[in-house]
């Protein structure tokens, strides 16, 4: 059964790429790390899973979602191929908290798979997993 790659930002604090290498760990998940250029000149080569957290300083006008994904999200046909979104956050931010997961689902009309803080606990990692694998069962049972 093939699964559905997770494209991720991490910035150098790596608590995003901490959760993308559990999930990697726990069921073998192909993970792309859009902090590297290479990454970001790619195009997904079909369905894929979009793990971004959200920055926020205190103004209002901000820009919350990182300039990799952005980079990547520029190709049309990443746009297109994209599924799903799982955001990462840090409740300090308060009402901003996931505000870029939830911010380009509404953009963009694709669910919100899994919400999460900071680097996530284990029982994040294993029920994210979870959702992902029903979520490759069913890309896997309409080709």
């Known amino acids: 059964m093939s699964k559905v790659p997770l494209y991720y930002y ?27 250029p290479a ?14 957290p959200s920055y926020k300083a205190g103004n209002a006008n901000e820009v919350t979602l990182p ?26 931010f308060g009402v901003y908290y996931q505000a870029a997961a939830r911010q380009l689902a ?15 606990t284990a029982e994040d990692v294993a029920r994210c997993a979870a959702i992902l694998a029903d979520l490759d069962a069913a890309l896997n049972a309409s080709d």
């Open 67 to 92: 300039a990799g994904v952005r980079s990547f999200l520029r190709s049309p046909m990443n746009r297109r191929r994209l599924i799903g979104i799982i955001g990462s956050g840090n409740r300090n």
């Open 10 to 36: 991490s910035s150098t604090s790596n608590l995003t790429g901490r959760f993308a290498a559990s999930l990697a760990r726990t069921d073998g998940r192909p993970v792309r790390n859009l902090a590297d």
């Open 106 to 120: 509404q953009r963009s009309g694709r669910p919100i798979l899994f919400e999460f803080e900071l680097s996530g």
């Open 39 to 52: 990454v970001r000149k790619t195009e997904a080569p079909g369905p894929w899973v979009l793990l971004t």
